[in-house]
């Protein structure tokens, strides 16, 4: 499997953690990389807005596309050092090596931090400020499965983007994260490929990602759908404001704050 790295690269698109075939789809998509493909003039594809496809902490968002309409909620977050104070056990993550780099001019890609084999988060020589997990819980409930959807599993895309790169100028989102953790994950290849949730039925599940504390100095936007690539205006923005946490609480936010 391929080794999960988050990297510190202005609008790099990062190898994710068993991620499959679509996760090129959806760079090439986004980016407009695919040889051949015909640019959209901006203002066609300038579609993310704030205040329309983002919800804050407690707010339900509709995302209804082509193949099925659902209901999402950030319902708590967590910003930690260590795994196991949030439950999540390191074995359950996407793969057992699991870093963040950054590339420096004078001497290439460093490892600035990684998750040891007890579940902390260790910043290395070469970091220049701390890194820590960034968890969150999110309610999803599906309104309604149209008929051109046949499946009985779904595949769920999660990006974790930061303030300067939520929205670029043909209206893609850049991506600094894609997650280490999904709690509902399957094996393998097929990690965030689950069973489909049926018309009516409700799930919570926690996506967890390394970020770094500039970068949790601004809001941060987690995209988390069963999209579709040609309706991505349509994909739910899910906004963790500085507020939603605290650097010195080491359990879920609002599961009360347990100071260290």
Same mark, same amino acid.
């Given at each position: 499997?391929k080794k999960?790295?988050?990297v510190?690269l202005l609008?790099?698109l990062?190898?994710?953690?068993?991620?499959?075939? !679509?996760?090129?789809?959806?760079?090439?998509?986004?980016?407009?990389?695919n040889?051949?493909?015909q640019q959209?003039?901006?203002?066609?594809?300038n579609?993310i807005?704030?205040?329309v496809n983002?919800?804050?902490l407690?707010?339900?968002?509709?995302?209804?596309?082509?193949? !099925?309409?659902?209901?999402?909620?950030?319902?708590? +977050?967590a910003v930690? $050092?260590?795994?196991e104070?949030?439950g999540?056990d390191?074995?359950?993550?996407?793969?057992?090596?699991?870093?963040?780099?950054?590339?420096f001019?004078d001497?290439g890609w460093k490892t600035?931090a990684y998750?040891?084999?007890?579940?902390?988060v260790?910043?290395?020589?070469?970091?220049q400020?701390?890194?820590?997990v960034?968890a +969150?819980k999110?309610h *999803?409930?599906r309104?309604?499965?149209h008929?051109?959807? $046949?499946?009985?599993?779904?595949? !769920?895309?999660?990006?974790?983007s930061? *303030?300067?790169?939520?929205l $670029?100028?043909?209206g893609?989102s850049?991506?600094?994260?894609?997650?280490?953790?999904?709690?509902?994950h399957?094996?393998?290849?097929d990690?965030?490929?689950?069973?489909l949730?049926?018309?009516? *039925?409700?799930?919570d599940?926690?996506?967890?990602?390394?970020?770094?504390e500039s970068?949790?100095q601004?809001?941060?936007?987690v995209?988390?759908?069963?999209?579709?690539?040609?309706?991505?205006?349509?994909w +739910?923005?899910?906004?963790?404001?500085?507020?939603?946490f605290?650097l010195? =609480?080491t359990?879920?936010? =609002?599961?009360?704050k347990?100071?260290?």
């Amino acid at each position: 499997m391929k080794k999960c790295i988050a990297v510190i690269l202005l609008a790099a698109l990062l190898t994710g953690c068993g991620y499959r075939e !679509m996760e090129d789809s959806v760079r090439s998509k986004v980016s407009g990389e695919n040889q051949g493909e015909q640019q959209l003039p901006e203002e066609e594809t300038n579609v993310i807005k704030e205040g329309v496809n983002v919800f804050g902490l407690g707010e339900c968002a509709l995302s209804a596309n082509k193949l !099925m309409d659902t209901e999402y909620t950030l319902t708590d +977050v967590a910003v930690t $050092k260590s795994l196991e104070s949030i439950g999540i056990d390191k074995a359950e993550c996407c793969d057992s090596e699991i870093k963040r780099e950054q590339y420096f001019e004078d001497s290439g890609w460093k490892t600035v931090a990684y998750i040891d084999e007890n579940g902390n988060v260790i910043d290395t020589e070469y970091s220049q400020e701390k890194t820590y997990v960034l968890a +969150v819980k999110i309610h *999803e409930k599906r309104i309604a499965i149209h008929d051109s959807y $046949k499946e009985d599993t779904e595949y !769920m895309q999660m990006f974790f983007s930061s *303030e300067d790169e939520f929205l $670029k100028p043909d209206g893609s989102s850049g991506v600094f994260g894609e997650p280490i953790y999904f709690d509902k994950h399957g094996e393998g290849k097929d990690y965030y490929q689950v069973p489909l949730l049926k018309e009516g *039925e409700e799930t919570d599940y926690i996506v967890a990602a390394l970020v770094t504390e500039s970068e949790l100095q601004g809001n941060i936007y987690v995209t988390t759908d069963t999209g579709v690539l040609d309706e991505k205006e349509k994909w +739910v923005q899910l906004r963790v404001s500085p507020s939603d946490f605290d650097l010195n =609480c080491t359990t879920w936010a =609002c599961e009360g704050k347990n100071e260290s």
